[in-house]
């Protein structure tokens, strides 16, 4: 397990150098593999990583690449 203080220090530090858009999110008792932990935990993960995805990465449209 991640020491749940350096999981804080390194979100600290990253909102002190602008990075608002990180998040903190703490999965009580799960460790590295949060395949190993809780079912709720496992989905609430990767529909977060869906949303990141899909917020930063989606392109506007599907067609916005084929625009010259």
């Known amino acids: 397990q991640v020491p749940w203080a350096q999981s804080e220090w390194m979100f600290q530090s990253l909102r002190r150098l602008g990075h608002q ?37 989606a392109p506007q449209s599907a067609t916005e690449h084929l625009q010259p």
């Open 21 to 57: 858009q990180a998040a903190l999110r703490i999965y009580p008792g799960a460790d590295h593999s949060i395949v190993r932990g809780s079912r709720a935990f496992y989905i609430d993960y990767y529909q977060q990583i869906f949303a990141w995805w899909e917020k930063y990465l």
